[in-house]
């Protein structure tokens, strides 16, 4: 399999996404999928965007419990 120049883009995006999540950047990671999904609709990039919205929620939720704790 050849490596083309759009592959190292994707490849490239997907590892500034890694980062940016590794980072807490959750608006940012959100901005680049955008970019992502606009040039690609492939089944595996929606997967990861779709596993990332959910462990972002997922975050979200567990410090809205832990500042309602620390308010009683």
């Known amino acids: ?3 083309t120049a759009g592959d ?3 490849l490239c995006l997907q590892a500034y996404i890694d980062f940016e ?7 940012r990671t959100r901005e680049l999928y955008e ?3 606009d040039r690609t609709k492939h089944l595996k ?3 990861s965007c779709a596993k990332f ?3 972002a ?3 979200q939720n567990l410090c809205i419990q832990n500042a309602r704790s620390k308010e009683s």
């Open 1 to 3: 399999m050849k490596c």
């Open 8 to 10: 190292e883009f994707f």
């Open 21 to 27: 999540i590794s980072e807490g950047e959750y608006d």
């Open 35 to 37: 970019r992502l999904l």
């Open 45 to 47: 990039v929606w997967i």
């Open 53 to 55: 919205e959910a462990s």
């Open 57 to 59: 929620m997922e975050e």
